[in-house]
């Protein structure tokens, strides 16, 4: 079983940037993708970005290509969104999750989720 832990959200205006954090335990997560997702009132959670056990490959929506970066760190069972240039549509409660696939984005395919920390960007 993972436990994880999202932690890093807050209140920052537009163009600024902030780190969550994903602290995992229970289970190492070094052999699981891990991925950050985010759900705004009314809609679907969406994928956000991932990467491999390895670090070696990473992958984002388009929305944010470019302005966040995810990293891991697996000595400390941690992984990291470094969110940049950051925009009020950027608004939402973000999730960390982990999943035994070796490259998806797909909701279903990540079994273990963080409870979520919100991020509030304003214009």
């Known amino acids: 079983q993972v436990q994880l832990v999202d932690s890093g959200g807050g209140l920052v205006q537009a163009g600024g940037s902030l780190r969550l954090s994903c602290a995992a335990s229970?289970?190492?997560?070094?052999?699981?993708?891990m991925g950050w997702f985010r759900r705004t009132p009314g809609k679907e959670r969406e994928f956000v970005a991932a990467i491999t056990w390895g670090g070696g490959s990473t992958y984002y929506a388009d929305s944010v290509q470019g302005r966040f970066t995810i990293s891991r760190d697996n000595a400390k069972n941690t992984v990291y969104l470094q969110m940049s240039s950051l925009k009020p549509e950027d608004t939402a409660v973000y999730y960390c999750a982990a999943s035994a696939v070796l490259i998806t984005r797909r909701i279903p395919d990540f079994g273990f989720w963080g409870q979520g920390t919100q991020v509030t960007v304003s214009s």
């Open positions: 229970g289970r190492t997560v070094s052999s699981y993708t």
